[in-house]
């Protein structure tokens, strides 16, 4: 089956994660994957082929994009983007089109979604299908934004496919037109990255840990926000945790002058990286995660059995709420603003790492009763409402 599949990320680069788990569950498929935000390395099954657009991003104040290369035009680059995704669409002819978040998200790309929209509706054959998180952020009018979308997903699409589990995170929770939906509405479970066979035992094998020997690892995601939580870490790391090890993987967006800062602040028992292609396996070698609370870093933590200290993004209430839902079922601790002063947060470090002592050698079992099967789930759905 030939599915269509867009994904624009903006800021960081967790709405890519989990459409990279959706596709890797669609083996045996033909995939193109179409991407236009700023460039990320991937690392893509032999099914899935790439189409970049001219890249786009958000401008520093989430108010308009901008181009990624400065030397272009925003105007010209709109124009070639629209045309460039038609010409895909046409010549890939899919029978699933797959977009990521729009319409419940991804407004300033209407420029481009809505033709290639029309052109779906047009051709018979062709099934279009939105892939949308657990939990939206809020809006100024949520009315107004609620009534656009519904009346966008009841005319262009065919399915709404939710990377959440009802029974904790219901979309209703944060969007209240859902009884407005004239479309199938289908639960997957959530999306998320599992650590492979033997991960614990090979990453701390490699890092030569004693037996007991405590790991933590930092992490912040893309890396476009997260640096004054990873800078934190490593000053507390400093005061206490004594014989712990510290990892920290900055993201590929942290600017260049705030990573170099960190790897100074780093002493001799830290070590601060961009990434890691095997994020999971790094979090089931761990005994601590400390995050920012972003859908793929909490459920990755969470699939790999690993408890989390989550301090969430401050400017909506997405990754809070998350945190405290999850948390209901999983070992995930907030952290506010104030438990970032050094000393403090070496404390709260010692107490969750002294809890995990507790618990015995290896990871915990994953947050009881999440469903966590979302990436497979999807695949399913997809192609039998396709079939």
């Known amino acids: 089956m030939k599915i269509l599949v867009y994904c624009q990320h903006v800021l960081g680069i967790g709405h890519l994660a989990r459409t990279m788990g959706i596709l890797a569950a669609l083996q045996g498929?033909?995939?193109?994957?179409?991407?236009?935000?700023?460039?990320?390395?991937?690392?893509?099954?032999?099914?899935v082929r790439v189409v970049r657009l001219p890249a786009l991003r958000m401008d520093a104040s989430f108010s308009g994009l901008r181009a990624v290369a400065a030397d272009r035009d925003l105007a010209g680059i709109r124009e070639e983007r629209k045309t460039r995704l038609l010409e895909?669409?046409?010549?890939?002819?899919?029978?699933?089109?797959?977009?990521?978040?729009?319409?419940?998200g991804r407004n300033s790309f209407r420029f481009e979604l809505e033709p290639l929209l029309e052109a779906a509706r047009q051709r018979s054959g062709c099934r279009v299908a939105c892939s949308v998180r657990d939990i939206l952020v809020e809006r100024d009018n949520r009315e107004k934004f609620e009534q656009r979308v519904v009346r966008r997903l009841n005319r262009w699409f065919d399915l709404l496919l939710i990377h959440s589990d009802p029974d904790l995170v219901p979309l209703d929770m944060t969007f209240g037109r859902m009884g407005d939906i004239r479309i199938p509405v289908r639960y997957t479970g959530f999306i998320c990255r599992r650590p492979g066979p033997g991960a614990r035992a090979r990453i701390r094998g490699r890092l030569a840990l004693e037996p007991g020997q405590r790991l933590v690892v930092a992490s912040a995601g893309g890396g476009s926000v997260g640096h004054r939580l990873l800078a934190a870490t490593l000053a507390a790391h400093r005061r206490a945790t004594a014989g712990a090890r510290l990892q920290v993987f900055t993201g590929p967006y942290l600017e260049e002058p705030l990573f170099t800062g960190l790897q100074r602040q780093a002493g001799a028992t830290a070590r601060v990286e961009r990434f890691s292609d095997h994020f999971p396996d790094w979090l089931a070698a761990a005994d601590l995660s400390i995050s920012m609370g972003g859908y793929n870093t909490t459920l990755d933590a969470i699939a790999a059995g690993c408890p989390a200290l989550i301090h969430p993004f401050a400017q909506n209430r997405e990754q809070r709420l998350r945190a405290r839902l999850l948390g209901t079922r999983a070992p995930l601790f907030l952290l506010e603003d104030h438990d970032l002063e050094p000393a403090r947060l070496a404390r709260i470090m010692e107490e969750r790492l002294a809890e995990r002592d507790g618990a015995g050698p290896g990871p915990q079992a994953p947050g009881a009763g999440i469903r966590l099967d979302g990436g497979p789930a999807a695949a399913r759905i997809l192609t039998r409402e396709a079939a």
Not at 29 to 47: I, K, M, N, S, T
Not at 88 to 104: C, Q, Y
């Open 29 to 47: 498929h033909e995939v193109v994957l179409v991407l236009g935000g700023p460039d990320v390395a991937l690392r893509l099954p032999a099914h």
């Open 88 to 104: 895909v669409f046409a010549r890939f002819r899919p029978r699933v089109l797959l977009i990521e978040l729009f319409p419940f």
